[in-house]
């Protein structure tokens, strides 16, 4: 029994990579589904943002591995596994365990300190549970991890004075512009990334917004919270040569706005500059709109470089972060050793308790006519005697689980009486 996390971030590859393997929310439950199908008493969880995705996972045997995830990854997304896995990391156990609790406590990501990553790991989790793709391993790691996430930002300053992907992208705006209040702010989405980026442009002095957004009741819901005006998503194209700035994350598996559309706009806006920050991974805007004179587009790896500006102010907190981490770390590799021990006790103590009851078989006969109540001192006599030469083995190999090496303990104690893995899969 292995716990497995495999995946890539902002770090190990780049958004051209991440957005052809990420998960839109729609498609997750079918991939949960069809990993767990596959390897059957198996768990699974996906996390998919903007700067990641992951899939953490375990099975009772080996069959669920680097390999199998990498061919998982490939299967799903219809791409060849060369086009990836040079991108891909591989945690198993322990490790798999820590870095599950440095994303959830945000001391991954690309800002350090920012709560969001949070609420995305408790999504993942809860469209796991709702698939029934958890169970006791994966149900006991995320609420740890999440409790974990919840402890640092409570017990440190590590989201103190954090910068914030949203007040990134707004950085990167007063290059271009350094007075708001007479620029447009279209906004293409309507979830909570949008919303703070619109809240920090407001509070540079932005007065005009538009927001678009397919379902009109939240864009209507967020324009009205800041005195904008809501438009249909069909009618994006008509708005953009009203628009300076231009703040687009939605969960389209396609481009949003294509190059014609910022050619036909700066036509119309004769020339003015058009910012864009396209915030969404899959990327709802075509990159090569950067060519176009006058049009400035980053994306959300470009906001990286402002973020590391920002990082030196919170790194005294990480060494407080991660010893709370490395003990709770600890707490859970205790628990899982446990865990993966019990099956091999429960072996151990039926490989004897079968020993023992064929040799009753055998010395039944023998008695001739015996009381019953003599027999039964007999046999009770005979489990006892078993169960005290079986205590301290199970005692020892707990204890042993507490370090890490119980399951490795009970192996070589099987190993030593002949205990032959049974691989019920194959009755």
Not at 2 to 10: A, F
Not at 343 to 351: E, G, Y
Request: include cysteine; glycine fraction near 4%; aromatic fraction near 8%.
């Amino acid at each position: 029994m292995n716990l497995h996390t495999i995946g890539l971030n902002h770090k190990s590859a780049p958004v051209e990579i991440r957005e052809k393997l990420a998960f839109n929310t729609s498609a997750i439950p079918i991939a949960l589904s069809s990993l767990t199908q596959s390897f059957p008493s198996s768990e699974a969880v996906i996390l998919s943002t903007c700067n990641r995705v992951e899939v953490y996972s375990t099975s009772p045997d080996n069959s669920l591995n680097k390999e199998s995830l990498l061919d998982f990854f490939s299967a799903f997304h219809d791409l060849p596994k060369e086009r990836f896995s040079d991108h891909m990391y591989h945690y198993q156990n322990m490790n798999a365990v820590r870095h599950l609790f440095f994303v959830t406590s945000s001391l991954d990501s690309m800002v350090v300190g920012e709560s969001q990553i949070l609420s995305q790991v408790k999504e993942a989790y809860m469209t796991a549970t709702s698939q029934e793709t958890t169970g006791n391993i994966l149900n006991q790691l995320f609420q740890r991890a999440l409790n974990v996430a919840k402890d640092i930002h409570t017990r440190t300053n590590i989201s103190k004075g954090k910068v914030s992907i949203s007040s990134v992208a707004v950085e990167f705006a007063v290059k271009i512009f350094k007075e708001f209040s007479d620029k447009t702010v279209f906004i293409i989405g309507a979830g909570e990334m949008c919303e703070l980026v619109l809240r920090h442009l407001v509070e540079r002095g932005a007065k005009t917004a538009i927001v678009a957004n397919r379902n009109y009741d939240k864009a209507k819901a967020l324009a009205e919270e800041y005195d904008g005006k809501a438009i249909n998503y069909d009618s994006i194209e008509d708005y953009l040569p009203q628009a300076d700035i231009i703040i687009s994350s939605t969960a389209a598996p396609h481009y949003v706005i294509h190059t014609q559309h910022i050619k036909n706009a700066i036509k119309v806006r004769r020339g003015n500059p058009i910012f864009l920050v396209d915030i969404a991974v899959p990327r709802d805007i075509n990159p090569e709109i950067a060519k176009i004179d006058n049009v400035y587009l980053y994306n959300i790896d470009d906001l990286q470089t402002i973020v590391n500006n920002n990082i030196d102010d919170r790194e005294k907190e990480l060494n407080k972060c991660q010893d709370i981490i490395n003990n709770e770390v600890e707490k859970f590799m205790a628990w899982f050793e446990e865990l993966k021990i019990g099956p091999a006790i429960t072996q151990l103590r039926n490989h004897f308790h079968e020993i023992g009851e064929k040799e009753l078989e055998r010395l039944r006969p023998k008695l001739g006519d015996i009381a019953h109540e003599e027999w039964d001192h007999i046999v009770h006599s005979m489990q006892r005697t078993l169960n005290k030469i079986l205590h301290k083995p199970a005692k020892v190999g707990k204890e042993k689980a507490k370090n890490g090496g119980g399951y490795q303990y009970v192996e070589t104690i099987k190993h030593l009486f002949g205990i032959h893995h049974r691989d019920d899969s194959k009755k």
